[in-house]
């Protein structure tokens, strides 16, 4: 199973603040475990919702709203995409993560789907044409 594992941005996150020394040494040890574990598929930190954008999508048309975004606590400041056998096995990796200096870091745990999830609706084309857009992202990445 997949599972994305949401960071939850903070006052600091969205001021532009950057880890320190010791939190970037920190993270790229758990990072280096999770790795090594055969559990991370990949996990980036995320710029700032004032350098970002949302685009909301309607049967009308598509509106681009320029950030940043008032809700800090709904914002995303980055993720992990990982791998376990369990809801739980994930949960139990994530409280290993190291805690910050001060304040806090709120992560929210997300399964991924599946191609089997969607059912019947998910033809054998449909699925052929995933397989095939999920080789070509590997060679793109």
Avoid at 28 to 42: D, F, I, S
Avoid at 78 to 106: I, M, T
């Amino acid at each position: 199973m997949r599972f994305m594992a949401i960071v939850k941005a903070d006052e600091r996150s969205e001021a532009g603040g950057m880890p320190t020394e010791r939190e970037l040494a920190a993270m790229g040890e758990y990072n280096e475990e999770l790795v090594k574990a055969g559990v991370m598929l990949a996990g980036e930190g995320l710029h700032p919702s004032s350098r970002g954008c949302r685009l909301v999508h309607t049967a009308e048309g598509t509106k681009v709203l320029d950030g940043p975004f008032a809700e800090t606590k709904e914002l995303i400041a980055g993720f992990w995409l990982l791998r376990a056998k369990s809801f739980d096995e994930a949960v139990d990796w994530l409280k290993r993560a190291p805690r910050p200096e001060s304040g806090e870091f709120v992560i929210e745990l997300r399964q991924v789907f599946e191609a089997e999830d969607f059912g019947e609706e998910f033809t054998p084309e449909l699925r052929a044409q995933e397989d095939r857009l999920r080789a070509e992202m590997g060679r793109n990445a």
